[in-house]
């Protein structure tokens, strides 16, 4: 019985390694937006979707490209930086500045897009593709 358990241990922990190596910039990632928040320089904060403020419900992130790809764009990354426990990456689309970041471990990500009169924050996931 206790090689039953020290193998489902070896295994899961395998699975986690595995898992975590998803979201360390290796592999493609298709990411989909699920809530949005919209802040305007001297208001309140807004709830809202992505498809509200304009952002496309899914992105693809290409790290062998250096590019995040949506529907009607791809805009390069200029910086990737990985962490600890988090992969940040940043550009440039349409004047806004952008930033992702993806937790390693979950897949995870909260993204913003920031002029000087409003900001914008996308909360979301990714999967490997």
């Known amino acids: ?13 395998v699975s986690v390694a595995a898992a975590a190596a998803d979201f360390d910039g290796s592999r493609s990632l298709i990411c989909a937006s699920q809530e ?12 809202s979707t992505p498809r509200e403020i304009g952002a496309p419900v899914f992105v693809r992130i290409d790290f062998e490209h250096q590019v995040v790809v949506g529907p009607y764009r791809t805009t390069p990354i200029r910086v990737m930086e990985r962490g600890e426990k988090q992969l940040l990456l940043q550009g440039v689309e349409l004047g806004l500045a952008w ?3 993806l937790d390693q ?7 913003s897009l920031v002029d000087r009169y409003a900001g914008f924050v996308i909360f979301g996931a990714c999967t490997p593709l």
Do not use: D, F, H
Not at 36 to 47: D, E, H, L, M, V
């Open 36 to 47: 949005a928040r919209t802040c305007i320089a001297g208001k309140n904060c807004a709830s």
């Open 105 to 111: 471990e979950s897949g995870e990500m909260a993204a």
């Open 99 to 101: 930033s992702i970041a």
């Open 1 to 13: 019985m206790k090689a039953y358990g020290c193998c489902a241990g070896l295994l899961c922990a």
